[in-house]
């Protein structure tokens, strides 16, 4: 593995890698002193051409505990603004000896391209509508503590399939990691060739509850709606949002996950979402120890991660 | 270029079939036949070549006036002389549009200066390609570059009343109306053909039905006012079943496909390199099959190459960031004889039908695409099909590189192209 560019690159055995390794490194951070010698002398540059508060943290957090030196880059107040191209920045980053680069960008394949362009390895922490490979490594990671699998786990993911990039790579990761994943949305979120995907579809929330070990809710932003992708926030609340009702459709041991940020209200309701079953915090932390994980595994070489 | 060389061109094989001689002189066909006298004439070896119609091109960009970076009249119409064109229609999406009979009358100057290959001006349908007020068409028709094609060219004129009216207008003057279609609704912020790759690759689909949707209606309209309409680069199999049932209804329609679109499918896209971005896109295997039938029964007319120039850092980008198009010209013929020829889908004949006399008969240019015959104009194309060769963008002779067949291996070459009898290009070089 020299990048992590799509969850679909990944084999079921080197996504089992990652996620044990994480485990492993979850000690880490219950520990006084949250840090590791693992990754000294490693150069990590964040390069965020899209605000994300929650991912650009959770990566600097985790390559610092690896103490690899880190490097902010965003778009704003960079040279970026002034007309840079993605390929002079990596050029430069490139001249800067990064050994590995976490790149979130709003166009589709952006850290594919990147890695195109540099030697170091190459994250994607979001490219566009494409992918998340990370936010799908952490909610498996998830899913497999709370619930102690992931084959034959039972998944829904509920919301706009068709912008989502946390839905594409958790589609892909846990059909190669075995769980049933079956995608809920209105048919307008939903891609047109949805039925080539390896998982399961329905219109209907109701319907798909009782039978889920798992329910994750995407966000919806309201903006869709003036694209005509339904009529109203109220409407697509009342048939898609998971309420205090709907959650007690499901199964006494099911649990609820978002990627965040939410909107309560539409998708999700308060109640629902600081229930003792939303996994939600839970899965902030496990962001941490799944990218130190991955930068480990991507940039630390051969040596144990934790030392002995 | 000497205006009075002779050539005579050695044991040829007119389109494909036996061996015989050409005698250019004066800018017509001389002579035709078996072991003809050279006299003064150069000769010319053209044993085992094959000898074609200068070709014709229906759609080219040529970016002059306003992006001369990416290419200009002279350089694009040297690209075209490479790739064995005698003749190409200059769209009119420039900067300044098209859309007057000045910037027409510009861009044919320009062309006659280089004078390489016979540049014909297409006229933009609306002003500024704005899609709700007609440009001067008739003007552009009067004027010395006599205008016949008009097109608003990577844009569509989706408004269905002045689609009409322009349809119905530029029949007082033998007029053509070449049609981008592509619903603007149905596309927005469109990346690639949408279907199963991308649904994967998260780019926004452009969905066959903005293509045919606009085809069929416009299709109804031309039969309804009985004018002439052309579509431009058809790129699904739909198109090709609406086209072929249009024509048997008696429609007026004639069609083009590119290159592209004969060999080349959407799966390209999953590298995310935009070299393979393209309006239309690029679509899947079955389309592909469905285009190549149709030039073939002629439910499609003609190839046009759609050539679309584009300096570097245009490509070199991020794949929704990245301009669309595809050069072309310096690649049409190789790609047309590995898609159609080698196939066994066209013979020669049937190359020089849809490359060279369909193309010049819907842009209503006399004095291109006539047979090789005495007493015809000598634009002649003399073309190695037993050559193969990789293709080296930085070894084409238009301004731009960003040619989707970079080190693909393509059959043939052209050798020599002639335009009124005068060698534009000769051994394989620019002249």
Known sequence: MRHLLSAGDLSRDEALLILDTARELAQVSGRSVKKLPTLRGRTVVNLFYEDSTRTRISFEAAAKRMSADVINFSAKGSSVSKGESLKDTALTLQAMGADGVVIRHSSSGAARRLAGWVDGAVLNAGDGTHEHPTQALLDAYTMRERMGRLEGLRVAIVGDILHSRVARSNVLLLSTLGAEVTLVAPPTLLPVSVGAWPCAVSYDLDEVLPKSDVVMMLRVQAERMQAAFFPSAREYSRRYGLDRDRFARLPDDAIVMHPGPMIRGMEISAEVADSPRSTITEQVTNGVSVRMAVLYLLLGGSESAIGN | ?431
């Open chain 2, 1 to 431: 270029m000497s205006q009075t060389t002779t050539y005579l061109l050695r044991g040829a094989r007119l389109l494909g079939g036996h061996p015989t001689d050409l005698l250019l002189r004066d800018g017509v066909v001389a002579a035709v036949g078996a072991g003809l006298d050279a006299g003064d004439a150069r000769v010319v070896d053209a044993e085992g070549l094959i000898a074609l119609p200068g070709l014709v091109d229906l759609h080219t960009h040529l970016r002059e006036p306003g992006r001369e970076d990416a290419e200009t009249v002279a350089s694009g119409a040297r690209a075209a002389a490479m790739g064995g064109y005698t003749a190409v229609h200059a769209m009119a999406n420039t900067d300044p549009v098209a859309d007057t009979a000045g910037v027409v009358e510009q861009v044919w100057r320009l062309g006659r200066d280089a004078g390489y290959c016979d540049v014909q001006p297409v006229g933009a349908v609306t002003q500024n390609l704005d899609g709700a007020h007609l440009a001067e068409l008739g003007a552009m028709a009067d004027s010395i570059a006599g205008v016949r094609v008009f097109s608003d060219d990577g844009k569509c004129v989706s408004d269905a009343l002045l689609m009409r009216r322009a349809l119905e207008y530029v029949k007082a003057f033998d007029g053509v109306i070449a049609q981008h279609a592509q619903e603007p609704r149905l596309t927005e912020h469109a990346q690639m053909n949408e279907g199963v790759v991308s649904d994967r690759l998260g780019l926004a689909g452009w969905p066959a039905v903005a293509e045919e949707a606009i085809i069929a209606r416009d299709c109804l309209l031309a039969e309804h006012v009985g004018s002439r309409l052309h579509i431009c680069h058809v790129s699904t199999k739909g198109s090709v079943q609406i086209i072929r049932w249009a024509k048997s209804r008696g429609c007026d329609v004639t069609a083009e496909v590119t290159p592209h679109h004969l060999l080349l499918t959407d799966d390209l896209a999953e590298s995310y390199d935009p070299i393979y971005k393209v309006n239309p896109p690029l679509r899947t295997a079955e389309d592909v099959r469905a285009l190549r039938e149709g030039l073939a029964d002629g439910t499609i007319d003609c190839v046009a190459t759609d050539h679309a120039p584009h300096p570097i850092e245009a490509k070199e980008t991020e794949w929704s960031n990245a301009a669309m198009g595809m050069i072309g010209l310096e690649t049409a013929l190789s790609v047309v004889q590995h898609a159609m020829v080698d196939t066994g889908l066209l013979d020669w004949a049937g190359v020089a039908e849809r490359m060279s006399a369909a193309p010049a008969r819907i842009g209503r240019l006399g004095g291109h695409g006539r047979p090789l015959a005495v007493g015809e104009p000598a634009n002649v194309t003399l073309y190695d099909a037993d050559a193969t060769r990789e293709v080296d963008p930085t070894a084409m002779v238009s301004k731009s590189a960003n040619t989707p067949y970079r080190g693909m291996r393509l059959p043939g070459r052209v050798v020599a192209t002639f335009l009124r009898g005068v060698p534009t290009v000769l051994d394989g070089k620019i002249q």
